[in-house]
């Protein structure tokens, strides 16, 4: 079992950055995928980044790439996204995710969640 937390949601205007974290605990020693996904009111999740357990591979969401950044460090047991250049349609509640049998960007292949952290964009 890995329990996930996350940290580091708010209020930002459009255009500015936001950082969010995601601490991790329990069977931390398995090397999961970590990822994040959101989801905004009426809509489903959707996925918008993942990261392997060294750190050396990422993927992004097509609306993501180039604004955001996956970061991890397993020492502390856990996992970042920078977010930057946001946009109102940024606005969702964003969640962590942990896989231990990752095969690709959907929440399908993510077995562990955190409870969500907001972030609302405003124009």
């Known amino acids: 079992q890995v329990q996930l937390v996350e940290s580091g949601g708010g209020l930002v205007q459009a255009g500015g950055s936001l950082r969010l974290s995601c601490a991790a605990s329990?069977?931390?020693?398995?090397?999961?995928?970590l990822g994040w996904f959101r989801q905004a009111p009426g809509k489903e999740r959707e996925f918008v980044s993942a990261i392997n357990w060294s750190g050396g591979s990422t993927v992004y969401a097509d609306s993501v790439k180039g604004r955001f950044t996956v970061s991890r460090a397993n020492v502390k047991n856990t996992v970042s996204l920078q977010m930057s250049s946001l946009k109102p349609e940024d606005t969702a509640v964003y969640y962590c995710a942990a896989s231990s049998n990752y095969y690709g960007p959907t929440s399908d292949a993510f077995n562990y969640w955190g409870q969500g952290t907001q972030v609302t964009v405003s124009s």
């Open positions: 329990g069977r931390t020693n398995s090397r999961y995928v």
